[in-house]
């Protein structure tokens, strides 16, 4: 307000100079003593010195209307600045609250796509434990199942030797004794004797034998039906592990991603944060100098002021010159007769 203040300071010490040259500009021509008393020598007029007052004040009218104009200039970009930036303001304001409602969002988000990721862990591991029993339930069923059948065939190989060497025998003592070659042995009343007890004992093996390889058979047929059901659980355990997997990688970059925008809004709102304080600055400045609507402020009472400083001037210059025009033309005897008295 000081320095806007100055300017008209400065006219009114330009007008009140004014008002005291124009007085002492009424100024009289010598007079001439003829006869031992005083005589005029012409006519004094303030027409000039009205002239010349009305010159002053075309003078620092122009003069006021300038610092005047420059005020209101000044005014006008003040109250557009206010507004814009009024404007600005509530455009950082309302995204200063948008980036902070985004932030939170997506610090929940993250905080819950963090808990799914830790049961999508613990679902990995539970599957994968059960993948692995699997696994190795089918490897000690398949080598409890080699085991097994191998003794089994090992037993029905066994048992087919000693029965094609039993047969062997059959038929060479069923040979002998049906022979006529040495007609010097007695053929025995009943040939089939002897053979018949190896027929009882061949019968006996061929059904152990037969049973050996039914029941390797049938160990064959249930192994690949267990095993089958084995392959199904470890494939499905699998394709489990496979699916919480690409289910943990999806969750986890979408985990990612919201935890990125909750730090980039987070950035952004300080970054607006900063710009709004320095913009409020700005508004203060601006609000000191012309208000909220351009009708307070320095600016403004700046203006208020030179127009009272104008309309003092006028008024006492008008006083002047009606006071001047009034006035009757004076000899200059008379005016130096009343300045040697006084």
Known sequence: MKLLTRPIGALALLVVGALASTKKQVSTPKAVLLGGGLHTAKKVSLDATTDKLQGVLESVTK????????????????????KVSTERLVVQNKAVVDLGTTRSLNLERTAGLEASLANLLTKETEAHQSYETSVQQRATALQKHFSSNKDTLDQANKMGEVLEFMKQKRAKVTAQQTSTDDMKVVP???????????DFVIGVMTNIKDTATTKADKGVKQHNEDDAALEKLVTSYKITLQHIDAQYQSENA?????????????????????????????????????????????????????????????????????????????DVALLQSAEQQS
């Open 63 to 82: 003069r006021i209307d300038e610092v005047r104009g420059s005020y209101a200039k000044i005014k006008d970009t003040c109250v557009a600045q206010t």
């Open 254 to 330: 979408r985990r990612m991603n919201a935890k990125v925008i909750a730090r980039d809004a987070a950035d952004e709102k300080a970054l607006r944060t900063l710009v709004i304080n320095g913009e409020e600055e700005l508004d203060s400045e601006f609000f000191k100098l012309c208000g909220a609507d351009g009708n307070s402020g320095s600016v403004p009472a700046a203006i208020k002021f030179a127009d009272l400083m104008l309309a003092r001037f006028k008024q006492q210059s008008a006083n002047a010159v009606k006071t001047m025009e009034s006035l009757p033309d004076l």
């Open 188 to 198: 025995p009343t009943a040939p089939t004797s002897s053979g018949s007890g190896l």
